[in-house]
């Protein structure tokens, strides 16, 4: 033993060897860049016409968009969030029932392999796809808005130029790729669980509502702490969907402004990076500071917890 | 008698709704194959079930359409994503494994800290530092290359994690220290003893990453922004199908996500089983 410790010690110098790569990876690529990013958020560096302006600008950007302004970022935190739990709760809820059934050891469903695949298949398939071909289907031309003209539920102009309408079918769209993988991160979960606890259950006649609520849930506990902070940090940095379907529209007009009613936050941020007349990297900076912090908070909240359990 | 029938209920009723969900799942990709095949007037009627024969016609409408707008076509930019994706699958793959390794096998000062400090930084998103990722691509002439796409793959967190965990139940010490006995180098001994050990765990891990990276649209769209005519990816060509042009044809479109999704749906049926056992241990979500 004592030998042993010895020779690792000895070999040590190799440990630092090989995790080298990783590190020196890691602070070019992504520790530099948020150092830079938030060193950013202090500077005005905005493009006026054909040349660029760069000065210190200290908390401006702060102070004139953070926490004055028209409160942009706000609305699309706002909106990013409500998004996520538009479909993050149908999504565990519909999760979890499944999860119940398919191990569920009274009724025993045959073909589970086959649904379990099915069902997580649009997870695997290219977001912007996915956007793409909703956006087609909900077009003002699109097959489905004619199917719901049908239905009597559209008018002329369609769905997509209404705001709750868009909210919806991104929500139902994110919920669609993604039940399909908290599904199976749940039943791996359940069957994780010590099944003599349910053979002693049901020895002292506990129904099966009965298990669900009083051994499955509480057990479960961790891998839904776990699905909901990978989950909601996930959900703030949403993309694709929302960006390729409607691209943050349509405006609509709350409480005497106009608002575009599906923009995310990293749209909003990355709108201030495209090239163009609104570029303005200070901007995007302070708002990807906002976000950060706010990300950053979620998953402190989600190691709190977990070290609590340990 | 009675409590077989209210069994057989139960099991029916639940067979029900798992074939409502299926049909959910497949619904949009069969209204995608039809439509790709119909014509662009006939698809604005309203949802289609059975398939025309104008697959071809619109195929050839949107080649013809991506060259007369200069724009990168299909076949360029699934080029282009393979000469990403692949590079940075496996660059991921094996880095994560080697960094794995150092945090296994070896005992040295800082080991714990440096473990420690991966399981933090796993959370932090590449989207909230965006704007200094820019900036590394200008100092080092990176940018609208695909080098900064691939590059970052070295470290990747969250596959060191599960690497890792996969270690330490599925590498033994004794093996690396029998061939150290033998003479072998500490990276020979790496790369020809454990590596081959680490086989299930690195596929699993492979087909996660390669997922990832061909998907990835925001990274891509903005880092090769200034040279998307020849270097486009996968996602941002399909980002070019979607116009809001008032002439838009809707078979073109469809014949388009079509041939995207293609080549995925068979990757994922052949490899099915491993992604959900993949899924199962956790290992994506994004």
Known sequence: ?310 | MEKKQKLSGTVIFRHIICIILVLLALFPFYVLIINSTLESNVIKQGIHMLPGSHFFENYKNLMIKTSATSTVNLWQAMRNSLIVTVPTTALQVYFASLTAYGLTVYQFKGRDFAWGFIYAIMMIPTQVSIVGLIKVCSITNMYGTFWPLILPAIAAPTTVYFMKQYMQSGLSIEIIEAARIDGAGEFMTFNTIALPLLKPAMATQAIFAFVASWNNLYTPSILLATRTDTKATMPMFIESLKSNDKKRDFGEIYAGLLLTVIPLIIAYLALSKYIVAGVALGGVKE
């Open chain 1, 1 to 310: 033993m004592n030998k042993n410790k010895k020779k690792t010690v000895e070999y040590g110098k190799y440990g630092l060897l090989f995790i080298a790569p990783f590190f020196i990876v890691f602070l070019v690529f992504q520790f530099y860049p948020l150092l830079y990013t938030i060193f950013k958020s202090f500077m005005f560096d905005k493009k006026t016409g054909r040349k660029k302006v760069t000065t210190v600008f200290g908390l401006g950007n702060y102070i004139n968009y953070v926490f004055g302004g028209n409160g942009e970022v706000w609305q699309a935190m706002l909106i990013t969030i409500v998004l996520w739990l538009l479909n993050f709760i149908p999504q565990l809820l519909l999760s979890l029932l499944l999860a119940a059934w398919f191990t569920d050891m009274q009724y025993k469903l045959k073909g589970q392999g086959a649904y379990k695949v099915i069902m997580y298949m649009p997870n695997i398939i290219t977001a912007a796809t996915i956007a793409v071909l909703f956006y087609s289907l909900f077009d003002v031309h699109g097959s489905m808005t004619e199917l719901l003209r049908h239905m009597g539920l559209a008018g002329n102009e369609g769905v997509l130029t209404k705001g709750w309408w868009s909210l919806f079918i991104i929500a139902f769209i994110q919920f669609w790729m993604w039940y399909g993988n908290t599904m199976i991160v749940l039943i791996a979960g359940i069957m994780g669980i010590n099944p003599s606890l349910y053979e002693a259950a049901m020895v002292d006649g506990a129904t099966p509502r009965q298990q669900f609520f009083q051994i499955t849930v509480p057990l479960l506990k961790p891998i839904l702490q776990f699905t909901m902070v990978t989950s909601a940090i996930g959900g703030l940095q949403m993309y694709d969907i929302p960006q390729l379907f409607n691209e943050g529209k349509p405006l609509v007009n709350v409480a005497g402004t106009t608002v575009e009613s599906t923009r995310t936050i990293v749209m909003l941020i990355k709108s201030y990076i495209n090239a163009g007349p609104s570029q303005n990297y200070g901007r995007a900076s302070a708002y990807s500071v906002v976000l950060f912090v706010i990300t950053l908070v979620v998953s402190m909240v989600f190691y709190k917890l977990t070290s609590e359990k340990n």
